[in-house]
């Protein structure tokens, strides 16, 4: 087992970094109107848990480090919601989005 040097080292960020890849492509499609509310608050779900992830990274004790990935996780919890109300409101599906909601 190696150790990891850096946060971007871990598995989680980088699924994390693709997420936010992702997002960023998938709500530039989305109405101008939107701009201000949906984009932006998906946008900032999805760069919270990559940078939740690379701040909890250097955190020493396991309550401090479980504190901020427990927030990780509620922004992802966010994006999956974002990712059903875009869908509904007809933003147009991509499937590589639908990944995300499996758990």
Avoid at 75 to 98: F, P, V, W
Wanted: aromatic letters at 12%; a positive charge.
């Amino acid at each position: 087992m190696s150790v990891s040097k850096s946060f971007q080292d871990l598995i989680v960020w980088q699924r994390a970094h693709q997420l936010v890849l992702s997002v960023y492509k998938y709500t530039s499609t989305f109405p101008k109107e939107e701009r201000y509310c949906l984009t932006s608050q998906f946008r900032r779900a999805a760069t919270s848990i990559a940078a939740n992830i690379a701040e909890g990274f250097p955190k020493r004790t396991k309550p401090d480090k479980i504190r901020i990935l427990n927030i990780a996780q509620g922004s992802l919890e966010e994006c999956r919601y974002y990712i059903l109300l875009s869908t509904d409101l007809g933003y147009g599906a991509d499937k590589n989005m639908g990944n995300y909601l499996k758990r």
